[in-house]
């Protein structure tokens, strides 16, 4: 059942307990239980919405920065990302295979601020080797849905 | 001037939803539940693949019968899903659809007068193309009480010495009805001892939600008495691109193949390079599809019956069929007023036969979103319904 209800809830975390229930073909206090257990193991980790901030009047800039690092001694790549993360303008931080080590995503008010961030903060911990950053431009599809358009249906009213 | 027209055709009557369409186009704002096609738009790579065939300037005449390629797909499709074989080279053909394959069908395999059997409610045009094709329609009305299941007893009480074909159309629309494999073996039985054939229209045999689709032809002695028709605009939401297939002993595809190569030619042949995609690579599309469906069923089966709607549980396809016969309506009237006052179209029930009276089509090949609004509304009707008539008892 977990799984089902992830699927669904991944894409709808507004949705209620009992038409959920409903739509698994579930009871619903079973339900209940199964996603209070899962955000208590951390299974679900938050509930967030899903905002297309260019259709706001609200400035922001987003940013996604490669990060270089050199391990240290006791300090894996867990503690360095721990140095990063902790920044409440960093929205996320991935360990990447291939040519560099960190993805680290950052949304600001403005480039400037962005710049700010990495000349003072990223660039310097101390373990950190080099960083290049890259700005989003436009944003089309996000968590698997299309941002750019309104979905329209296009059928005729009644097909037999 | 003389009466241009043939007589056969001219006393049809219309399509029945096809007036009450021309009431919903013209109302703004109105929801409707009513369509037949599903809301999806056909998977990204399948697009594609059409696209692509376009490119290579593959935009000629294929051979009549379709693809090689694509007739050898669909006969791996058959043998892995229903476990059937056919021969790519004698007994499939594609179609302009899964219509095209049920008016040639009947076509082929009827003579003047011969009758031919339509379990209804179902869809609309077995009747008018058993007519054009000279034969005689002989309706038999499915219940509820057995689940709109064609049973054994209701099959032969219809068969008279002039009977030849029976339309089997599960799993169905309007009604979401399905026939499972004891119900197949139940009127096997009565098909051979009166040697009838069967058209098997299949083209929900992907949507189904409990247990897998069962086709006439896996039952022992059937293969040879039945065409089966399938095809790719339920299961890979794809009905613009007019796609289908038939599946039958050589000795009726030959005659089935004249008629197509006279009237059609050739199925489209885009559509035809887009559907070899689809059925290559399309398996976990068809899954993520009806898994939707299926969660839509389940949510608007528990709605009705918090609403006092009585529905049976339909097990295929995209539609409910709920009963409003406590409400003191005709379908037709429900529908209208449902329409008027809620502005919710749905399809009477009706329009798939006179047996579909005291029933709607309701179709869930709608997002949840959409759902939801609209089941609102038919909540309100409903308890508005009730508050009056409490009213007038008391």
Request: glycine share 6%.
């Given at each position: ?160 | ?11 049809i009557p219309?399509?029945g ?89 009947l ?7 011969e009758e031919v059997l339509i379990p209804q409610p179902s869809y609309v045009s077995y009747v008018p193309c058993t007519i054009?094709?000279?034969g005689k329609p002989v309706v038999i009305e499915l219940e509820?009480?057995d689940?709109f299941?064609l049973t054994?007893e209701k099959l032969e009480e219809k068969i008279t010495?002039a009977t030849k074909i029976l339309i089997l159309p599960?799993?169905n629309?309007p009604t ?20 009838l054939?069967?058209i098997?229209d ?147 029930g009706t329009a798939f036969g006179d047996c579909g009276e005291?029933y ?35």
């Amino acid at each position: 059942m977990r799984e089902r209800i992830l699927a669904v809830i991944e894409k709808n975390s507004r949705i209620g307990v009992k038409e959920l229930a409903a739509l698994l073909g579930e009871n619903e206090a079973a339900v209940a239980a199964e996603i209070a257990a899962m955000e208590a193991e951390h299974v679900i980790c938050g509930y967030h919405t899903l905002i297309n901030w260019d259709n706001t009047d609200e400035e922001k800039v987003i940013a996604l920065i490669e990060v270089k690092v050199t391990p240290q001694r006791e300090m894996g790549f867990d503690k360095i990302a721990e140095r990063i993360y902790q920044y409440s303008e960093v929205t996320s931080v991935y360990l990447m295979s291939g040519g560099y080590d960190f993805t680290v995503m950052l949304e600001a008010k403005s480039m400037r601020a962005v710049a700010q961030f990495v000349a003072e903060k990223l660039s310097t911990i101390d373990s950190v080797l080099s960083t290049a950053t890259h700005f989003v431009l436009k944003k089309y599809k996000d968590h698997g849905t299309v941002l750019c358009e309104g979905p329209q249906d296009e059928r005729m009213m009644i097909v037999p | 001037m003389r009466n241009p027209l043939s007589d056969t055709i001219v006393n049809i009557p219309p399509s029945g939803i096809r007036k009450f369409f021309d009431v919903v186009s013209e109302m703004k704002g109105a929801i409707s539940l009513g369509v037949g096609e599903p809301d999806f738009d056909t998977p990204w790579h399948i697009r594609e693949e059409g696209i692509r065939s376009l490119e290579k300037g593959r935009t000629f005449y294929t051979s009549n019968a379709g693809l090689k390629e694509l007739k050898v797909e669909i006969c791996r499709y058959l043998k892995r899903r229903q476990n059937l074989d056919y021969d790519y080279n004698s007994e499939v053909m594609v179609t302009v659809g899964g219509s095209e394959a049920i008016d040639i069908a009947l076509r082929a395999m009827v003579n003047p007068g011969e009758e031919v059997l339509i379990p209804q409610p179902s869809y609309v045009s077995y009747v008018p193309c058993t007519i054009l094709a000279g034969g005689k329609p002989v309706v038999i009305e499915l219940e509820e009480k057995d689940q709109f299941r064609l049973t054994p007893e209701k099959l032969e009480e219809k068969i008279t010495p002039a009977t030849k074909i029976l339309i089997l159309p599960f799993p169905n629309n309007p009604t979401g009805a399905v026939m499972e494999k004891e119900d197949l073996q139940a009127i096997a039985g009565v098909i051979e001892k009166h040697d009838l054939f069967v058209i098997s229209d299949e083209i929900y045999s992907e949507l189904t939600y409990r247990g897998k689709h069962v086709s006439i032809a896996e039952i022992p002695g059937m293969r040879e008495r039945t065409v089966l028709i399938n095809g790719f605009s339920k299961a890979y939401a794809m009905t613009g691109w007019r796609l289908g297939y038939a599946a039958a002993p050589a000795l009726i595809l030959k005659q089935m193949l004249k008629i197509h190569q006279f009237a059609i030619m050739c199925a489209p042949t885009t559509s035809q390079y887009a559907a070899v995609d689809a059925l290559k690579n399309g398996d976990e599309d068809i899954a993520r599809m009806k898994e939707a469906y299926d969660e839509r069923r389940r949510y608007l089966l528990a709605e009705f019956c918090s609403m006092g709607m009585d529905c049976f549980e339909p097990y295929g396809a995209f539609y409910m069929f709920p009963c409003i016969k406590r409400f003191g309506m005709s379908s037709d009237e429900f529908a209208t007023r449902l329409l008027q006052e809620e502005k919710i179209a749905v399809v009477p029930g009706t329009a798939f036969g006179d047996c579909g009276e005291g029933y709607l089509r309701v179709s869930y090949a709608y997002s949840l979103e959409d759902l939801r609004k609209a089941l609102a509304r038919i909540r309100r009707f409903v308890e508005r319904f009730d508050q009056n008539a409490g009213q007038k008892e008391s």
